[in-house]
């Protein structure tokens, strides 16, 4: 379950996990799982990762350290969390990215010398990202503890190499809004032929996939 803030409204938006890309599950729990900190990093360079989290950073200055707290929290064990500064000169989102990657070894920091957009910066952390598995995050948004977890159980054995899941609204002071942002168990071509029903923050898909298929157009693949 993701937490994502809409720009415009200033309000948040939660994918639930049971509206993963197989439908199974139920909501999780709110509370952080004990014995997971979302603490400063220890692992080695050696160890093997096994999701990269991918953040674009353009004026987020206000969201960006409680987004990256939300993937450091997770309750995967082994995850990279790479921060994509996409030139951002207007704010001190640059500077909080920065000093975030220097607080914690599984955070990393890489900067567009000019503004690209967000589908370039998605891009470039996928060449990075060292992850079996890349998962989007908006700097805006926050995701509950257990969201990979859960998304990585639904995915397993089915040979599928995308998940996405719903997302509830939350307003800006934390209470739930009446809005509730659902998807089909399974999504084929043919429904995203009518429109796209894929929240960005709430993807987990294969490195290697989006590799072969990057984004390329910066018009359509804002969020």
Known sequence: MCRLRHSRRR??????AENQGDGAGNPGPRKRPAGRPAGKGNKSVEEKILCSVVI?????????AEAVRSALGQTVGSLEVLLIDDCSTEDRSG?????LAEQDSRVHYLRHGENRGSAAARNTGVQAARGEWVAF????????P??????LKALEGTGRVLCCTGAVFFREDGSRGD???QVPPLVGEGRLRYGNVIITSSVLVKREVMRQLPMERRDLQED
Not at 56 to 64: D, Q, S
Not at 137 to 142: G, S
Not at 146 to 151: G, H, N, V, Y
Request: one cysteine or more; glycine letters at 2%; a negative charge.
């Open 56 to 64: 674009p950073v353009y004026r987020c200055e206000k969201y960006l």
């Open 137 to 144: 995050l908006d700097a805006d948004d926050l995701w509950l």
């Open 95 to 99: 500077q909080v990215a920065r000093g």
């Open 11 to 16: 309000w948040a938006l939660a994918p639930w």
């Open 146 to 151: 257990d969201k990979l977890e859960r998304q």
């Open 179 to 181: 809005h509730l942002a």
